[in-house]
C-alpha cells in the first residue's frame, strides 16, 4: 500500500460568524480556502441539503503536510444537534490557550496542562499548552465506538491504519497512516454512537488507482458505502475521485484520490477576503429576522 494522508475533518456549522472567529482569533487558524456553492453536493459533503451552502478549509499550513478542518455552512440551517459521536480534537498550542484566555472564552482544565474548549455548535477541542512536537499541531481527533475491538479491526485491517497506542483499561486506540500525521483515537463508550444532525465526516487521501480496491475491499466485508466511486467538480479547479464509507457505527469516512486533491487544495491567497466577503452578503438571518421565522434547525 502506497502512502496515504490524513486530510481534514467535516464540521457543519450553524453560526459562520463566530465560528470563523473561533477559528482564526482563538486557535490561531488560517482561511486556506473558501467556495460558495449553489446546490448540494454529490458526495453529500455538506450533509442531505440541496440548497446554497459554502466550504470553508482552515488550518495552520497547506493541506498537503496539515491536517485541517473543513467547515461547510448551509445558508438556510440555523443550528444543528450534536450527538455523541465526536470527542474532540486534540491540538498542541499554548498559543490557543493565551489566545482562549485573552478572548475570555470558556476554558476548562481537565488534566495538568491540558484545557478543553467548546467552538460554537458546540464541538469539543482539546488544547496542550505547550509548543507542537512537529509542524503540525494538530495531534488527534477522537471518535466514539460502541465496540473498539470491532472498530479497531475495521480500521486497521480494512482500511490498513497503523496502531500507535491501545489502552484496553481505557478503551482507547490511537490510529494512524504516519508518525507525522493527524491521528485517530477511538473511544470505546459502550453504548450506541449517535450522530445527532451534525454528522461530521474524516477524509484521507490515497493514490487514486487505490480507490476501487478500497471499494472493492469495504464492499466484500459486506460494510457500507455510501457513496461509490464518483468525481466531484470544483468550477475552475482539479477535478477529484472520491468514495465515502460509514466505519460499523456510521462514522463518515472519505478517501480521495490524491494526486488531483493535491491541485484542489492548493492555497488561495484570497481565501480570508473570499469568506469575508462572503460572510457580509449572506443576508439569510435578516430574511428569517424579518419574517418573524426562526432559522430552522438541522
Not at 500500500?1 to 481534514?8: C, D, E, N, V
Not at 438556510?76 to 493565551?98: E, H, K, P, R
Not at 455548535?121 to 512536537?133: A, D, R, S, T, V
Amino acid at each position: 500500500m502506497k502512502a496515504r494522508r490524513a486530510l481534514h475533518f467535516v464540521f457543519k456549522v450553524g453560526d459562520r460568524a463566530q465560528t470563523a472567529r473561533f477559528y482564526r482569533e482563538l486557535l490561531g487558524m488560517r482561511v486556506l480556502r473558501h467556495e460558495e456553492f449553489e446546490e448540494g453536493c454529490k458526495a453529500t459533503c455538506n450533509g442531505p441539503y440541496d440548497g446554497k451552502w459554502s466550504k470553508t478549509m482552515v488550518g495552520y499550513g497547506p493541506e498537503d503536510n496539515h491536517f485541517v478542518a473543513e467547515l461547510t455552512y448551509n445558508y438556510g440551517v440555523g443550528d444543528y444537534l450534536l450527538g455523541n459521536d465526536f470527542l474532540g480534537l486534540t491540538i498542541s498550542s499554548s498559543q490557543a490557550v493565551q489566545n482562549a484566555q485573552k478572548l475570555q472564552w470558556p476554558l476548562k482544565e481537565i488534566a495538568a496542562g491540558l484545557y478543553e474548549t467548546e467552538a460554537p455548535g458546540g464541538y469539543k477541542f482539546h488544547l496542550e499548552n505547550k509548543e507542537p512536537p512537529r509542524e503540525d499541531p494538530m495531534l488527534k481527533v477522537t471518535l466514539a465506538v460502541s465496540n473498539l475491538q470491532m472498530s479497531l479491526d475495521y480500521w486497521s485491517k480494512l482500511l490498513g491504519m497503523k496502531v500507535y497506542e491501545k489502552d484496553e483499561s481505557k478503551q482507547k486506540v490511537l490510529l494512524g497512516y504516519a508518525d507525522n500525521q493527524c491521528k485517530l483515537e477511538l473511544q470505546g463508550i459502550n453504548q450506541a454512537v449517535d450522530h445527532g444532525t451534525a454528522f461530521g465526516r474524516i477524509a484521507f487521501s490515497c493514490p487514486k488507482e487505490e480507490l476501487p480496491e478500497i471499494e472493492a475491499a469495504v464492499k466484500k466485508e459486506g460494510q457500507k458505502i455510501l457513496t461509490p466511486l464518483v468525481s466531484l467538480d470544483t468550477p475552475g479547479k482539479a477535478t477529484v475521485q472520491v468514495v465515502i464509507l460509514a466505519d460499523p457505527d456510521g462514522h463518515e469516512i472519505c478517501f480521495v484520490g490524491d494526486e488531483a486533491f493535491r491541485e484542489l487544495s492548493k492555497v488561495d491567497p484570497n481565501g480570508e477576503k473570499l469568506l469575508d466577503e462572503a460572510m457580509a452578503a449572506d443576508k439569510s438571518n435578516e430574511w428569517f429576522a424579518k419574517h418573524n421565522i426562526q432559522k430552522p434547525s438541522a
